[in-house]
């Protein structure tokens, strides 16, 4: 490829050793998709033309001021990777083997596969995930059907894009919540204020019901995130996968301003709570609160797989 592709359309310079693996030269192979933050392609051994699950991938920054999104994204991992419990859940995040000292790329050790369809296992795998977040602290933010994948045996379900992620503050005897929350939300533990990233569409019902109050003339808009933020997230785009309804209209709310997009989308899950098929398991994680019983919770999911 030319100096001119990879300076304008990827912001890194071809002296940049990401072609140099165990002293193997790999060239970018093919294009797997592309978001507002990054490019992202498979990688592939030079004059080898296998198609090698296990080849790596790699994610490319697109703008200059998305590297420190990169350099989180490489914090919060190696944060993980420290902690006691990494090798039992490993399986379920994707493992970076380089990173640009700058931000400027993340390489991923292997390919993964977007979910086709989601498997019981794969929502235990997920719960199993977001419990080791809350157990180290660590809120990912943007838990949404495009961040969940498989392996491309489709053995594990892996969550991605820790970018927006971070290591929160929570205290579990702090029972003082967001603003405007609900009686029934008021003591699950929550985090000091931050400005808001991640996910709007699947966010936490509580979130949007905050965001869609605060007055269009402030620049910056904040949150103080629930300890268990990230599982609500994963029970709406696990509805996402189970309901034709919200994938046929959830994906098409296209506005900038966010106080509408997030009253939009609490129109949406509000309608979705009133199911019966799904009514139990957000009044089941409403109710428990801070003290999450998982097993109940899979309990549930688990009757609609059935």
Same mark, same amino acid.
């Given at each position: 490829?030319?100096?001119?592709?990879?300076?304008?359309?990827?912001?890194?310079?071809?002296?940049?050793?990401?072609?140099?693996?165990?002293?193997?030269?790999?060239?970018?192979?093919?294009?797997?998709?592309?978001?507002?933050?990054?490019?992202?392609?498979?990688?592939?051994?030079?004059?080898?033309?296998?198609?090698?699950?296990?080849?790596?991938?790699?994610?490319?920054?697109?703008?200059?001021?998305?590297?420190?999104?990169?350099?989180?994204?490489?914090?919060?991992?190696?944060?993980?990777?420290?902690?006691?419990?990494?090798?039992?859940?490993?399986?379920?995040?994707?493992?970076?083997?380089?990173?640009?000292?700058?931000?400027?790329?993340?390489?991923?050790?292997?390919?993964?596969?977007? *979910? #086709?369809?989601?498997?019981?296992?794969?929502?235990? %795998? &997920? +719960?199993?995930?977001? $419990?080791?977040?809350?157990?180290?602290?660590?809120?990912?933010?943007?838990?949404?059907?495009?961040?969940?994948?498989?392996?491309?045996?489709?053995?594990?379900?892996?969550?991605?894009?820790?970018?927006?992620?971070?290591?929160?503050?929570?205290?579990?005897?702090?029972?003082?919540?967001?603003?405007?929350?609900?009686?029934?939300?008021?003591?699950?533990?929550?985090?000091?204020?931050?400005?808001?990233?991640?996910?709007?569409?699947?966010?936490?019902?509580?979130?949007?019901?905050?965001?869609?109050?605060?007055?269009?003339?402030?620049?910056?808009?904040?949150?103080?995130?629930?300890?268990?933020?990230?599982?609500?997230?994963?029970?709406?785009?696990?509805?996402?996968?189970?309901?034709?309804? *919200? #994938?046929?209209?959830?994906?098409?709310?296209?506005? %900038? &301003? +966010?106080?509408?997009? $997030?009253?939009?989308?609490?129109?949406?899950?509000?309608?979705?709570?009133?199911?019966?098929?799904?009514?139990?398991?957000?009044?089941?994680?409403?109710?428990?609160?801070?003290?999450?019983?998982?097993?109940?919770?899979?309990?549930?999911?688990?009757?609609?797989?059935?």
């Amino acid at each position: 490829m030319s100096y001119k592709f990879y300076e304008s359309q990827l912001i890194i310079h071809p002296t940049d050793k990401i072609m140099i693996i165990n002293n193997d030269e790999y060239i970018l192979k093919r294009k797997l998709g592309q978001g507002l933050t990054s490019i992202v392609y498979s990688m592939i051994k030079k004059n080898d033309n296998r198609d090698d699950f296990k080849f790596p991938v790699l994610k490319l920054c697109t703008n200059k001021a998305f590297q420190k999104i990169y350099l989180n994204e490489k914090n919060i991992l190696s944060t993980l990777k420290e902690s006691s419990n990494y090798t039992k859940f490993s399986h379920h995040i994707a493992e970076i083997e380089n990173v640009h000292v700058d931000g400027k790329y993340i390489q991923f050790k292997e390919c993964l596969n977007p *979910i #086709k369809t989601l498997k019981i296992n794969h929502v235990y %795998d &997920l +719960i199993d995930c977001i $419990a080791y977040l809350v157990d180290t602290n660590i809120i990912h933010r943007d838990v949404r059907p495009e961040n969940i994948m498989v392996s491309y045996d489709e053995k594990y379900a892996k969550l991605i894009d820790f970018g927006f992620a971070f290591v929160s503050n929570v205290d579990d005897n702090d029972n003082d919540h967001t603003a405007a929350a609900d009686d029934d939300d008021d003591d699950k533990s929550s985090t000091t204020a931050i400005p808001i990233a991640g996910t709007i569409h699947f966010g936490l019902y509580n979130f949007l019901k905050t965001v869609r109050m605060i007055p269009r003339i402030f620049l910056v808009i904040e949150y103080k995130y629930e300890k268990w933020y990230d599982l609500a997230c994963l029970l709406n785009s696990i509805v996402y996968h189970h309901n034709d309804h *919200i #994938k046929s209209t959830i994906v098409y709310i296209k506005t %900038d &301003l +966010i106080q509408e997009k $997030a009253n939009r989308c609490l129109d949406i899950w509000a309608e979705i709570r009133k199911n019966e098929q799904y009514k139990k398991i957000f009044e089941m994680f409403e109710s428990m609160n801070k003290n999450m019983d998982i097993i109940k919770l899979k309990n549930v999911l688990k009757l609609l797989f059935e």
